[in-house]
C-alpha cells in the first residue's frame, strides 16, 4: 500500500456567494491509485477484530486430526490473512508432515526449505522419508558461509524485500541433486520462485513443492503437493474468491 496521508476539503468553503458551515476535514489514504478515507480503514479494522461475540474473527482449519482456529488479521487496506503459524505446534506439525510424507511419492535426494517457518515442518517430512539431512536457505550471510549464493524476495507479510542465502558448502552438496521445496504456506509464490533460482544456480533439480497450505490464487497450482487451501479474506472477514 502507497500510503500519503492527506487532508482534503469535502466541501468547498463558498458556494451560491455566502459562507457556507466550516469545511468537514477528512484524512485520506492513497492506496494503488485509489482514495480511501481513514474512517473507512478504521471502520473495516474495528469490524475485523469485534465479531458479533466480541472476539477476533477466526478462520478453522482442519489438518488430518487436528483442528486449529487462526485469528485473522490485516495486511493492508483491503486484505486480512488467517494466520498460521507452525513453528512450535509441534502436534500439528507431524500430522501436517505424515500426510504429506505419503503423497510424496516421487524419489527426491534432499528436502530444501527457506527459513524460518518451514523448519521443523521439513525436520519432520526428513526423518519420516528416511533423508539423513535436509537444507537451509537462510535469510541472511552468516560469517561461516563460504561463496554464498543470494537473490533477494519480497513476500506477503513481509513491508521490505528480503535476502535468500544459499551457502556454498551447500550448494556444492546439492550440486546434481533432486530437491523437494518445502513450506508452511505457499502464498504468492514469490519466496518458492526465489528459492527455485538459488537452487537452479547451485546445479540441483526441483523435481517437487511441498506445504501444509496454499493461499489465495495458489490454491489453484497443480505444481505444488499441498493438504488444504486458506482463502485470503475481506477486513469484514468474508473470504475473497481465489
Ligand atoms: N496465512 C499466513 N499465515 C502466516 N504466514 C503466512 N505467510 C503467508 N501467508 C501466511
Known amino acids: 500500500m502507497k500510503v500519503a496521508n492527506q487532508t482534503t476539503d469535502v466541501n468547498p468553503p463558498w458556494e451560491n456567494g455566502r459562507r457556507q458551515a466550516q469545511p468537514k476535514k477528512l484524512t485520506i489514504f492513497i492506496c494503488n491509485g485509489k482514495m480511501i478515507p481513514l474512517k473507512t480503514i478504521l471502520i473495516s479494522i474495528f469490524s475485523l477484530y469485534s465479531s ?3 472476539g477476533v474473527m477466526e ?3 482442519t489438518i488430518g486430526n487436528q483442528t486449529r482456529r487462526l485469528p485473522l488479521v490485516p495486511i493492508n487496506a483491503t486484505t486480512a490473512i488467517a494466520s498460521f503459524v507452525l513453528l512450535g505446534d509441534d502436534a500439528l506439525t507431524y500430522q501436517a508432515a505424515q500426510l504429506l510424507a505419503a503423497r510424496l511419492t516421487i524419489p527426491f535426494d534432499y528436502l530444501v526449505t527457506v527459513e524460518s517457518k518451514g523448519l521443523t515442518l521439513t525436520h519432520d517430512l526428513s526423518r519420516l522419508t ?6 537451509v536457505i537462510r535469510k541472511s550471510i552468516k560469517s561461516y558461509m563460504q561463496q554464498p549464493l543470494t537473490t533477494t524476495v519480497k513476500s506477503i507479510t513481509t513491508a521490505q524485500a528480503q535476502t535468500l542465502v544459499l551457502d556454498g558448502a551447500d550448494a556444492a552438496a546439492l550440486q546434481g541433486k533432486k530437491v523437494i521445496l518445502v ?5 504468492t509464490g514469490e519466496s518458492l520462485k526465489a528459492a527455485e533460482s538459488l537452487l537452479q544456480q547451485a546445479g540441483s533439480t526441483v523435481v517437487g513443492r511441498a506445504a501444509v497450505l496454499a493461499e489465495g490464487a495458489a490454491q489453484k497450482r497443480t505444481d505444488v503437493t499441498f493438504l488444504a487451501p486458506l482463502p485470503l479474506f475481506n477486513l469484514d472477514g468474508t473470504p475473497q474468491p481465489a
Request: net charge negative; glycine share 6%; no cysteine.
Open 52 to 54: 458479533e461475540k466480541g
Open 183 to 187: 513450506d508452511d504456506v505457499i502464498s
Open 130 to 135: 528416511n533423508h539423513p539431512r535436509s537444507f
Open 59 to 61: 478462520y478453522q482449519l
